[in-house]
């Protein structure tokens, strides 16, 4: 018996239980002008560096809706 079925079992559906909380709920539809903008900004420094700059953006974009 191997280690994963050990841990497991021998079907994959524990294991499909056990990552479901890993994925990710659901995302908001991105816009692609933001992106863009972002990626031009920061896309040489890191892909976290674009998503913090895609954050700040639509918070600036966005802001004004919950005033």
């Keep these: 018996m191997g280690f994963f079925d050990i841990l497991f079992g021998r079907t994959s559906e524990p294991a499909k ?3 479901a ?17 972002a990626k031009d900004r920061k896309g040489h ?7 913090a700059e895609y954050n700040r953006l639509i918070v600036e974009k966005y802001a004004h809706d919950k005033a």
């Design 17 to 19: 239980k056990l990552f």
């Design 21 to 37: 909380k890993f994925r990710r709920k659901s995302q908001a539809p991105t816009d692609p002008d933001l992106l863009k903008i």
């Design 45 to 51: 420094i890191s892909r976290k560096a674009v998503h």
